[in-house]
């Protein structure tokens, strides 16, 4: 039995959806991200896909941020571009815009800078025991492969947007039940979201995964960088 979770950030920590052979088995919520990862390690989860940028450049933007807004086309708006590791360690978000404009030549939206706090999280734990199996995605680009490559247009807060979503996870035997205990105070966008990740980390799990790039870049670390699907 191959097991896998998909997580993804949301209000008051983080949300999980647990696959096992490719089919739901459960969800869960976690103040923080290292709260889930023990269970993980506990289950004997093979991959865990993070809904978060993983792994960070030294200088200018990541090409896994300009594919994937490639990629997505009309969408594109819901990837922001990853700066340098620098700006990430700036503790105001006036500091880290400077600092970005003068590593890149470019500003820092304050919607970037607000993922800050769980960017960091997510990278220390990156970086720390079990770090090897986590993965980056990005939930639109998830969707668009389980649509055969077709963007969705409807938006993910809107009814027919998590139908649709919904729908294609079912397609793909990913059933999320009506009742998901305490993680279903969870908005439901962010459980899709993590059902999503969950997907692409079996695929991951099995080698069927691509990459954006392909291949990856690297960090001063030798780990990779990429966006998986």
Known sequence: MVTVLG????????????????????????ATLRSLLPVAAAGGVAV??????????DAGWRRADSEAAALLGPLRGSVFRVPPRA??????YDDARGRCRELTGAGLSRQSWG??????EANACLAGPGGERLFE????????ALAGGTSLLARK???AGQMARRSLLATAGIVLPDDLGAAGRTPPDDVLDAAAAAWTAHRIAHG????LPDPPEHDADGRPIAIWY
């Open 7 to 30: 997580v993804d950030a949301c209000p008051g920590g983080w949300v999980a959806v647990e696959l096992r052979d490719g089919r739901f088995a459960e969800a869960r919520a976690g």
């Open 48 to 57: 865990v896909a993070v809904d978060m940028p993983l792994g960070l450049l």
């Open 87 to 92: 700006v990430w360690q700036e503790e105001t």
């Open 115 to 120: 993922l800050a706090a769980k960017l960091r």
């Open 137 to 144: 995605v990005h939930p639109e680009v998830s969707f668009r």
């Open 157 to 159: 807060k809107s009814w």
């Open 208 to 211: 069927r995964a691509h990459s």
